[in-house]
């Protein structure tokens, strides 16, 4: 009886609805995260996957853009800044399909190794929060189950972002002529006003729907949404606890910001500080986060959590 009573009380530590506070969500989802260092491994592998696309993708463009007619390769050292920016301009001006193709190859490649990998995450966060462990193979399963959705969510809320672009218009219609507002910054040029207005809504738009839609990636993984039900779920989510998902936003830019403001202050004498400090978000605070965003969206939507302090209980009292 005492043995079946343990297992019950196992059952209901490792897995148990409940309902926690924002306080409860930050203590046990940094105690999970503690527990599972391991989640950091989908954001290792994302961002070293980008860093060989990046250097692949400008080594093609610079290819692409500093090859002279003769077909041999010019070094940009020997030029100067004008030659430069004329090379760039006039190789871009006729190659401009290419450039385009490559440009969109890559940017749609890149975005679908993230989906992967984001979703890989995202599940190894929801079977720490669930089970209290995770493990590489939830990556796998997850990323293999979620990626080309989560890959069209991304793309949606990219053309979401997009749409911020007729703040803008106006004071582009109103300025006219860009070349000279390039060419000397310092001009006065009309419509400039309106095009500076228009940039900053532009921006306090982008800022506004991450805010709305930060819970949409985590309802379609967790959920198993499809793209259009998970920006749905995620804008239902927020408008139904928007102080906790602002309170986490908060915390996850505070983090960010600290963190680039240390790196900028102590690692300009020191490269090695420096690149320790530009890995802290793909190790610890990226995360991090995706285990707080996780444990809110189960603790809100109802889900199972694991509670160690359940196994704790004595057997004798069932």
Request: aromatic share 14%; net charge negative; proline share 3%.
């Amino acid at each position: 009886m005492q043995e079946k009573c343990k297992s019950i009380a196992l059952i209901i530590g490792r897995s148990r609805h409940m309902y926690e506070d924002f306080g409860t969500i930050l203590n046990k989802g940094f105690n999970s995260w503690i527990r599972n260092l391991n989640i950091c491994i989908p954001f290792i592998l994302n961002f070293l996957i980008n860093m060989i696309l990046y250097f692949l993708f400008f080594g093609l463009i610079g290819i692409l853009l500093f090859t002279s007619s003769t077909g041999s390769i010019i070094d940009p050292a020997t030029l100067s800044e004008e030659e430069i920016v004329t090379m760039v301009w006039k190789g871009f001006s006729e190659n401009l399909g290419l450039s385009l193709v490559l440009i969109l190859g890559f940017y749609l490649f890149a975005t679908f190794v993230q989906s992967f990998f984001t979703a890989g995450a995202i599940g190894m966060a929801k079977k720490a929060s669930e089970t209290g462990d995770a493990g590489f193979y939830d990556m796998l399963v997850s990323g293999s189950k979620n990626t080309f959705r989560l890959f069209l969510t991304f793309l949606l809320i990219t053309l979401l972002l997009l749409v911020g672009i007729i703040f803008i218009v106006p004071g582009a219609f109103a300025v006219g002529d860009m070349s000279t507002l390039i060419e000397n910054p310092e001009a006065s040029v009309n419509g400039v006003a309106a095009l500076a207005i228009g940039v900053i809504l532009w921006t306090a738009y982008i800022i506004i729907l991450n805010l709305v839609l930060s819970l949409c990636r985590y309802a379609l993984v967790i959920d198993e949404l499809g793209p259009l039900e998970a920006l749905s779920e995620g804008f239902r989510f927020f408008t139904n606890n928007k102080l906790d998902v602002f309170f986490i936003w908060i915390i996850t830019i505070g983090l960010a910001l600290i963190n680039s403001f240390v790196s900028e202050f102590a690692g300009s004498g020191s490269i090695m500080f420096a690149a320790i400090a530009s890995l802290v978000p793909i190790v610890i605070l990226e995360p991090l986060t995706a285990v707080l965003w996780t444990r809110l969206y189960l603790t809100r939507k109802g889900g199972k959590l694991y509670d160690p302090s359940y196994l704790l209980s004595d057997p004798d009292s069932f």
